[in-house]
């Protein structure tokens, strides 16, 4: 047994959290290291030093620039023109009276930019730039305004005179599924759609997860259990909110934008204003946090028109109320109805299973991510049959879309209850029922690919032995697990690498940098290759004109994929530095290695030529430069012959396997819940830079403990948000932060990222809501399926035995009235 | 009517002209050019915008410039001295306090003022006294933590002292 622990106490300052690091081999956890154990084991590896990342001086000066910070002669300001209605025809728009006020520079509509419709990687061309004659929700836009000052701006948008005929809003996703509901889009059938969807009605997109016969099998199955379990709207709260900048020089535009998807930004710019790609720079500043919510394209083709019109630069920037109903990626309202068929000793025999997506007015990417939901409520469970369906259902509230891990939460949170729900059902405790039921290696997953390595299970075993290692238990308190996993989501993604004039090294690559450090540890694998350090190299990064194509920071891709790029090109200019460095010690290049900024001979501690010296050779003639694209790694091999709406995750690919432990204080009186620990143990593959691999966790953690009991989006029956402000919409802070405690299990994947390496942005996220649910029926012995689990619902249910999932068939969110003690309970500061 | 606002940020005298109804954080930002002040919500509530008015930390995003006349501004700018980084601004760094780095100036400037208050803070007061500060990518511990390992640092004399209102160093 080899154990990798990563002093975290080491990296940082002690206690901030423990982590260590299994070998695939290990039976079980280590103990995690604390301030108190100061020296390392003698037979373990030396401390991992402090890792600092690039940026993180420009950020902790104020040094660095984001979106909004940057300066231009002239600029210009812009406001939106938002619906501020969730669903209405526009009978009238009338511009001239705010064209004659002073400043106001240009305004547009959708009169003024071309007809195109648009939709998220092409699932359903269902957008317009601006609206076109009707608004689907609260946050579309109608129009835009430049202005000399953001006041005028302000002026101008207001006086925009729009007479609207309000028209019903659609609200209940079950209702606008029946024959004859009215429609979000009349004229969905002339929409042009990706070929595997068939958009109709009010469905924007289904996707099937099938495998065998599960209606049989649940027939035949001596215990069946079918619940309901319903989540709200949510959102991604980046703490910075979405600003772009255009600035035109000739027929060409730069597109400051806070986008975490640099060149899917460009396209979609390029494709609306009917230019090509090449005349659309799209660069990121500093980005102040994303979690998704910036994916995607949202307003860089309106600010890019506006500042042709206005023939100077113009900027945007959200106020927070527009930041919580415009930008088309909230985390979805879900329904799940789950029926599981078990055998008397509690293996599971089928699955059945219908989720409903509340993807708001537009399709955005939420036809994909049924598809991923469908794939968690299978779960890493040995499932020999399995029906699950997942419709995307348009509403008019604001679309929904990818944020971190999207749909995974709120599934993993309906499915690991129902696992806890099953577990009792036939006298097994939660553990037990998953030693019985979770994958082995090479047990066949929903789709049959096969799963590699035991990482469920040791996952399961690391966090509950660690749980188990507190305290005892006392009034009030208690534990609750879930397990869980997500995928890796291999893609094409580009990265140069270059040796300048005196031996430095840079990165050029077109990731984009959200602040999770992943483009910041590039260097970490560069300088592995070339026997560098990884603060030898600069990176250049998330400009479209400078580096090759990246998905950008989404679906935890950076380093699986660009990390794969940059490892490439590292090599490449290995084998040019060795052959320099053949001829210069002539020696054989199969005899040579890179080492501590030097070219070296094997074995010849003096027979060596530094990296530098090698630099300035090569630029009297070749260049030291190379690219990298590696293929992406194939997608397991999968049987999904049965399912439909096939959009690319019929497998998961390289997936990481978790499960958190948490540890809960409820006061049943009110309803509070108060989490106190928190355990994650993650089979991320491979770990490539311990502190990055922890942020993510401790951060994920935390978001996610805010998803679980207070983050949850209020609407009124006219469908707007009521709770749109952070005065109304509550986030965790510091007084709310538990304590985290961090376990990596290593399980090298065959399809992996560089070294085997698997995702680690978004897992964190996924089972910590689910944990507290079985953590609060372990306290109290009654259910709460609504999520989030507020101190109302927690208490109505201890109290009433209402477990809130009934609501699903009135809008989401609570009652108006349910506002004041949704702002003023719960976790809250203090 | 704009009025002439004469006040000193980061050791500097500075001076504008204000109009009445203008916040100090729209003032630091858009006339003096002091953008590492951050905006994130425009209502009290995530404190990136957080500066030092004479010392007490202030949302300046709800705080009229002209309030700030003859008054002395710590903004996160004004944090490191000539001979390098504050001890909060290395703890953060080296601690894994910063990953966006949005939330940070407003958050140093809170631990700023904490540690102002308490030089030997427990993690409970630390805890308080950054609650009015969000954070969306750390899950707080790190900062946390941070606070804690430069309040030894600076308490161990090894540090540059927090001096306040005049910047660090």
């Not at chain 1, 978001?703 to 109304?728: P, Y």
């Amino acid at each position: 047994m080899q154990a990798r622990p990563i002093r975290i106490a080491d990296l940082v300052s002690p206690r901030i959290a423990a982590a260590h690091i299994l070998d695939q081999d290990d039976e079980e956890a280590e103990a995690p290291v604390t301030e108190n154990d100061q020296q390392p084991p003698a037979d373990l590896p030396a401390p991992t030093p402090p890792w600092i990342r690039a940026d993180g001086q420009a950020k902790a000066t104020g040094q660095a620039r984001y979106t909004a910070d940057l300066a231009f002669p002239g600029l210009a300001h812009a406001r939106l023109l938002l619906a501020g209605r969730a669903h209405a025809r526009i009978v009238s728009l009338d511009t001239t009276r705010a064209r004659s006020l002073p400043g106001v520079l240009a305004i547009l509509t959708q009169d003024d930019v071309p007809e195109h419709r648009y939709g998220s990687f092409g699932y359903v061309l269902d957008r317009t730039l601006f609206a076109r004659d009707v608004v689907r929700f609260e946050g579309e836009v109608v129009a835009a305004v430049a202005a000399l000052t953001p006041e005028q701006a302000a002026a101008g948008v207001a006086a925009i005179e729009v007479e609207y005929e309000d028209l019903p809003p659609i609200l209940d996703v079950e209702a606008a599924l029946r024959p004859g509901s009215p429609l979000v889009h009349p004229a969905i059938d002339t929409y042009g759609h990706d070929p595997n969807l068939e958009p109709a009605g009010n469905l924007a997109g289904r996707s099937t997860i099938v495998k065998g016969d599960a209606a049989a099998a649940i027939a035949a199955a001596p215990i069946v259990v079918r619940e309901r379990y319903v989540a709200d709207m949510a959102h991604p709260v980046p703490i910075e909110p979405h600003a772009v900048t255009a600035d035109w020089s000739g027929d060409r535009v730069t597109v400051f934008s806070s986008t975490q998807v640099p060149f899917a930004a460009r396209s979609r710019t390029a494709e609306v204003l009917e230019i090509p790609e090449h005349r659309v720079r799209v660069v990121v500043s500093h980005l102040g946090g994303g979690f998704g919510g910036k994916c995607d394209f949202h307003f860089e083709g309106h600010v890019a028109a506006l500042a042709r019109a206005a023939r100077r630069p113009v900027r945007l920037v959200l106020t927070r109320h527009e930041e919580f109903i415009a930008p088309d990626k909230v985390t979805h309202g879900m329904v799940v109805d789950v029926e599981t068929g078990l055998d008397a000793d509690g293996t599971i025999l089928a699955r059945k299973a219908r989720i409903l997506l509340d993807c708001g007015a537009y399709a955005s990417d939420t036809p994909v991510l049924g598809q991923i939901a469908a794939m968690m409520i299978a779960g890493p469970y040995r499932i020999p049959a399995v029906d699950i369906e997942a419709l995307s259902i348009y509403t008019n509230r604001t679309p929904s879309g990818s944020v971190r891990a999207p749909t995974g939460p709120q599934a993993c949170w309906a499915v690991e209850q129902h696992h806890d729900v099953l577990a009792a059902r036939v006298g097994l405790d939660p553990v037990a029922f998953r030693r019985l039921n979770l994958v082995h290696d090479g047990d066949e997953g929903p789709t049959r690919q096969r799963h590699e390595g035991d990482g469920a299970h040791q996952t399961l075993e690391a966090a509950v032995d660690r749980i188990q290692q507190g305290e005892p238990l006392g009034p009030g308190e208690s534990i609750g697990i879930a397990a869980g996993w997500w995928f890796s989501a291999p893609g094409p993604s580009g990265a140069f690498v270059r040796i300048e004039s005196d031996g430095s090294g840079r990165i050029v690559t077109g990731a984009q940098e959200n602040g999770t450090g992943a483009v910041m540890a590039l260097p970490i694998l560069a300088a592995e290759e070339l026997g560098m350090r990884p603060e030898d190299f600069a990176i250049t990064y998330q400009d479209t004109d400078t580096g090759p194509y990246d998905g950008g920071s989404s679906g935890s891709q950076t380093t699986f994929n660009n990390g794969r790029a940059v490892i490439e090109a590292a090599r490449e200019v290995k084998r040019q530095l060795l052959e320099l460095a053949a001829v210069a010690l002539e020696a054989n290049v199969a005899d040579l290695e890179l080492r501590d900024g030097h070219a070296g001979v094997v074995g010849s501690p003096d027979r060596r030529v530094s990296i530098a010296e090698l630099a300035t050779t090569a630029h009297g003639g070749a260049l030291l430069l190379a690219r990298g694209s590696g293929m992406p790694p194939d997608a397991p091999e999968h049987d999904a012959s049965a399912c439909v709406g096939r959009l690319g995750f019929e497998s998961f690919a390289a997936p990481t396997f978790f499960c958190h432990a948490v540890r809960i204080r409820l006061d049943p009186a009110t309803g509070i819940v108060r989490t106190t620990k928190v355990i994650t143990a993650t089979d991320v593959g491979r770990v490539l830079n311990a502190p990055g691999a922890l942020g993510q966790m401790t951060g994920g953690v935390v978001m996610a403990l805010g998803n679980a009991t207070l983050e949850g989006t209020v609407f009124g029956a006219d469908g707007l948000q009521r709770n749109a402000s952070l005065l109304d919409y509550k986030l965790l802070t510091t007084a709310d932060a538990p304590e985290i405690e961090a376990i990596f299990i290593e399980n090298p994947a065959s399809n992996g990222g560089p070294r085997g390496s698997k995702g680690v942005g978004e897992p964190p996220i996924v089972p910590t809501a689910a944990a507290i649910a079985n953590a609060i029926t372990a306290a109290t012995g009654v259910r709460v399926r609504r999520l989030p689990m507020t101190p109302e619902r927690v208490w109505r249910a201890i109290t009433t035995g209402d477990d809130g999932a009934a609501e699903a068939n009135a809008p989401f969110g609570p009652s108006e009235t349910a506002l004041a003690e949704l702002a003023g309970a719960g976790t809250g500061r203090r | 009517m704009p009025e002439l606002l004469r006040m000193t940020v980061d050791g500097l005298p500075l001076s504008a002209f204000v109009d009445p109804g203008r916040t100090l954080l729209r003032v630091l930002r858009d006339d003096l050019g002091r953008t590492g002040t951050k905006e994130g919500c425009d209502d009290s509530e995530c404190g990136a915008c957080m500066v030092l008015v004479d010392g007490q930390p202030v949302n300046s995003c709800s705080y009229l410039a002209l309030q700030a006349a003859g008054r002395e501004i710590t903004t996160v700018e004004g944090l490191a001295g000539a001979d390098g980084l504050h001890p909060l601004q290395r703890a953060f760094l080296e601690g894994g306090g910063i990953q966006c780095g949005f939330c940070t100036p407003g958050m140093l400037i809170s631990a700023l003022a904490l540690l102002q208050a308490d030089p030997d803070p427990s993690e409970e007061f630390i805890r308080d006294g950054l609650a009015g500060n969000l954070c969306r990518c750390t899950g707080y511990q790190p900062i946390i933590q941070a606070v804690l390992h430069a309040a030894a640092e600076m308490r161990a004399g090894d540090g540059v002292p927090a001096t306040g209102s005049s910047g660090g160093g």
